[in-house]
Structures are given as C-alpha cells and as structure tokens.
C-alpha cells in the first residue's frame, strides 16, 4: 500500500480558497490587532505618562468551520487497506429451444456459461498532520483568571481543527476535481456537455459565456437539459462512463454538484422571468462556490477552472485546463474519501514545560471510471 505525504499541496489549497493566491497547478499524483503584533509603549494614560492601558475584555475568535464540500465519505474498516469492487457484466441471450423444436435433434442441458466478472482494486491512501504545541505555565500572566486562559487555548484547538476541515473538503474537492479532468480528457459528448454550444446550435444564437449567466434563454435551456441527464443515466447504458460499461443511476444515486454562481442566476433571471415565485429549474442539489479556489477576486473564470495534472489511469499524468464548469452529475459509486483514520497523539516536553498534539489524518480516495460521470459546462467556439 503506497501512503502519500500531501501536506505541500494542501497548504498550496489552503491558499487558494482564502483567496490568497492565484489559481496555480495542482498536482492532484496568533491575539493581534490589525497590523500590531504587540501592546509598544505609546498604551499609557495621558495624566501621568506611566499608568499602562489595562485591558477591559479579552475575545477570541472561536468560530468553528463545518465545511461546504459535497459530502462524498464513505464507510472505514479497520483491518485490511483494499478496496475491491466487483462487477459482473451482462450476459447475452441464446435461443429459446422450447419454441424450436425440431424431430431427432438433441437439446444439450449441460453447457457451462461462464459469467464474466471483473475486480478493481483501490490501494491508495494519503497522509498529513497538523502538529501544534501548547504551554499553560507561560501564558498564564496574560490572563486575568483561568476560564480566560482556557479560552485561549479553545481558541488555538478551534483553529487547528478548521484547517483539518478545510483540508479535508478540498481534498474531497481534488478528487472530484481529479474525475472532472479524466471526463474532459476523454473528449465524449455524452459526458463533456457544451451547454452554451448546445443552446447556440439548437437556437441558431451566437450567445457567448460572458453573456450566458444572464440570459434567461440560456438557463432555461441549461436547466432543461441537465434534467434531462438526470432521467437518461436511470436507463441502462453504455453512454455516461468512461470504461463504455453497462450502468444506470436511479436518482437516490445520483450527485448533482453546481457552481453556486450558475444556481444564483438560475433563481433571479427565471424566476424574474416567469413572474411567479416557483421555481422552475433544478432540485436535489449541492452547491459550491468554486472547482478549486477563488483566485484574489472570485472571477468567475477563477471558480469555474480547474487546472491540473490528473491520474486517469495511464503511466503518467496529464495536464488539464478547463473553464466554465458549471457542474457535474454522477452516481455516488463514482468516487469517494474511504477509511477516514483522524486521531491525536501527544508528546509532552518536560524539559520546556510544553506538549505537542500531533492532528493525523489517514484516509483513501479513488474514482471508479466505470460508473456514469457527466461534465456540463461553458465554453466559447474557436472561431
């Protein structure tokens, strides 16, 4: 089993959905006030010049995160790293004998008919830990009392705690995104849908993306037709995967992920549009803000990109660019976060008087190509 060191990467991300970076290639293989660090020796009363500035309240910012990644984990185990998922292919049908009977012709009852079953095998998990350390005895002078020092230290296990959450939901993010990347590759029009192509070639219209999200042709047409996939992958077929297997998707199946900026304009411009406050469009949905961050201004080709290396199966992986995603549907057996291991180990240093908590994260992520994926987006013609 290969265990695979991702803490660069997810401080890379981590970056990238505050807003602080630009969006980059991913390879998917402190108590202060504003600007001040430290109380200097202007805080003293203005009588006597030596009374220090005594302070009246002590907030923390303990706001916990709770995530906004689509929910994508799956079951643990505690033994054993494999994954194995096993399909059985369709078996073809034979003549009925019974409606053919022909005089002295010997009907054989005794033929073996071999199913024909396939394993796959998900062995990969990947790795990072959030050390941070505590000392009581040295900060006990700042505090006026103990519920306030033990605030402090809330403050600090809230912090650490919102960068697991935010590291785990953009690594649920990254496999999604991995999975976009494999579809787009594949070039398939069943499962790379050109929504804005779609629309211009059915209506005769030259509507471009920087045009679509505001017109109510445009997103009525959108909306119809990515309920229409929805109704099409609950049949039977080979269309809406990758691996060209036999797969349905009922609805309690299917994943429906948007771009919040394509729900957003669906609500205000059709429901503006029909004049009725009944919203005609999509149902059972998630929503997110962006693919794989924001950028410095939340552009909308920053939240609708995705660039990557991908590992779609072949020996090495493959550069991919694409803008405009407006979402995905895809059935749940598609991709996953599997065996998610969170644990804390602790060091205490009697020498410094301090302890160390060590937040580990262990936990497995796989795309199954063989299970319906479909990408919709948005994307100008090459003149």
Not at 108 to 118: A, C, H, L
Not at 224 to 231: A, H
């Amino acid at each position: 089993m290969e265990v695979k060191q991702i803490y660069e990467i997810l401080n890379t991300i981590t970056a990238e959905v505050l807003g602080k970076s630009d969006l980059v290639q991913e390879d998917l293989s402190n108590i202060v006030d504003v600007g001040r660090e430290i109380i200097n020796a202007e805080k003293v009363d203005s009588y006597v010049n030596k009374l220090v500035h005594h302070i009246g309240k002590v907030e923390f910012n303990n706001q916990k995160y709770k995530g906004k990644a689509p929910s994508v984990l799956m079951d643990k185990w505690e033994y054993g790293s494999i994954l194995q998922r096993i399909d059985s292919e369709l078996p073809e049908a034979y003549e009925n004998s019974t409606w053919n009977l022909v005089n002295g012709e010997s009907y054989d009852p005794n033929i073996f008919y071999q199913p024909k079953v396939s394993s796959k095998f998900f062995d990969n998990k990947i790795t990072f830990e959030v050390p941070i350390s505590f000392a009581e005895r040295q900060v006990k002078g700042s505090f006026s009392n103990a519920t306030q020092m033990n605030g402090f230290l809330s403050m600090i296990t809230t912090s650490v705690e919102n960068s697991l959450t935010i590291k785990l939901d953009e690594l649920i993010m990254r496999t999604i995104n991995n999975y976009i990347g494999s579809v787009i590759l594949e070039n398939n029009p069943n499962t790379s849908i050109n929504l804005l192509k779609e629309f211009n070639s059915r209506f005769n219209e030259n509507l471009t993306v920087d045009e679509a999200l505001t017109n109510a042709d445009f997103l009525r047409f959108a909306n119809f037709l990515i309920n229409t996939y929805i109704d099409r992958i609950t049949r039977i077929s080979t269309l809406f995967n990758i691996g060209e297997k036999e797969r349905f998707t009922n609805s309690e199946n299917a994943n429906l992920i948007l771009l919040t900026d394509f729900v957003h304009s669906s609500n205000v411009f059709l429901q503006a549009d029909v004049r009725h406050n009944e919203y005609t469009g999509l149902k059972n949905f998630d929503s997110i803000p962006y693919w794989q961050g924001c950028g410095t201004n939340y552009t909308f080709n920053d939240i609708s990109t995705i660039n990557v290396l991908v590992n779609d199966g072949s020996d090495s992986p493959k550069e991919v660019t694409q803008t405009g995603i407006i979402g995905v549907l895809f059935d749940k057996r598609a991709l996953g976060v599997t065996n998610l291991d969170r644990r804390v180990t602790t060091n205490y240093n009697p020498k410094a008087e301090f302890y160390t908590n060590f937040y580990k994260v262990d936990c497995g992520y796989f795309n199954d190509f063989n299970q319906n994926f479909i990408v919709f987006y948005i994307e100008d013609e090459e003149v």
